[in-house]
């Protein structure tokens, strides 16, 4: 058997292994492709999977979860002009529709709950992992452990329906269930030449987690309806680099 042979027939056991997972659903069809192929390469397929349970947090020095909560909003509209509504379980009431609106999340897209304990969230979330006319739900939760997050990531599987834990502040343990997990903190914007002002929304997003990806690090940008990548970085790396375009989506 030649080598190329090899790597072929080794491909095709990783993706059925991620089929049998229930990692992009059954035909592999459901990937959402974020337009970067560096990170898109770094994702399994190609992009990020769809039904299934992924973790976004907050780094420790973000104490209200701004950059989760843009990022979370970002690729929750994505998903719903494609495959429906989004519900968001908040636990407070500061959640800030103009904001969301911003990253493409509009009312006729959105579906907002209020719940107080994490037991409650957790509840709603695995009820609407069930509603097939969901494209997504989002959970605002603290403490969860192996057995929660792994019934999530089970009623992901079985309804079709992509979930989201959002996890804010120091005192969290990570969902070890779920597919993916991404760590953001805010980056500072560059005003575009010749203009004053604020720039774009920028995210230093890091890949911790992937299961059947490599993990990594990115600057990202918001623009346009979608990503840009500002700059990558090897995975693993120590500490974020100076801003500098190395890759820009056509």
Request: glycine share 12%.
């Amino acid at each position: 058997m030649t080598s190329v042979s090899k790597a072929a027939l080794l491909d095709e056991l990783r993706r059925r292994i991620r089929r049998i997972e229930g990692i992009g659903g059954a035909d592999g069809s459901r990937i959402l492709p974020f337009g970067i192929p560096a990170l898109d390469q770094a994702l399994p397929d190609g992009g990020l999977p769809l039904s299934c349970l992924h973790e976004l947090a907050s780094g420790e020095e973000d104490r209200f979860g701004g950059a989760a909560t843009g990022f979370a909003a970002a690729l929750l509209a994505r998903i719903a002009a494609r495959h429906g509504p989004t519900v968001w379980i908040t636990r407070g009431r500061d959640l800030y529709a103009p904001g969301l609106t911003a990253f493409g999340l509009t009312p006729e897209r959105l579906i907002v709950v209020r719940a107080e304990r994490d037991p409650d969230v957790l509840w709603a979330m695995e009820e609407v992992l069930g509603c097939p006319r969901i494209g997504t739900v989002l959970g605002e939760a603290g403490s969860l452990d192996l057995t929660a997050s792994r019934r999530l990531q089970l009623a992901a599987e079985a309804g079709g329906v992509t979930g989201f834990l959002l996890r804010i502040g120091r005192n969290r343990t990570p969902a070890g269930a779920a597919v993916t997990r991404w760590l953001l903190t805010s980056a500072s914007s560059v005003p575009a030449a010749n203009e004053l002002g604020v720039g774009r929304t920028r995210w230093h997003a890091r890949l911790q987690r992937c299961r059947g990806g490599t993990p990594g690090e990115w600057l990202l940008e918001w623009h346009d309806n979608g990503f840009d990548a500002v700059e990558m970085v090897m995975p693993f790396a120590s500490g974020w680099p100076t801003p500098a375009v190395l890759e820009r989506r056509a």
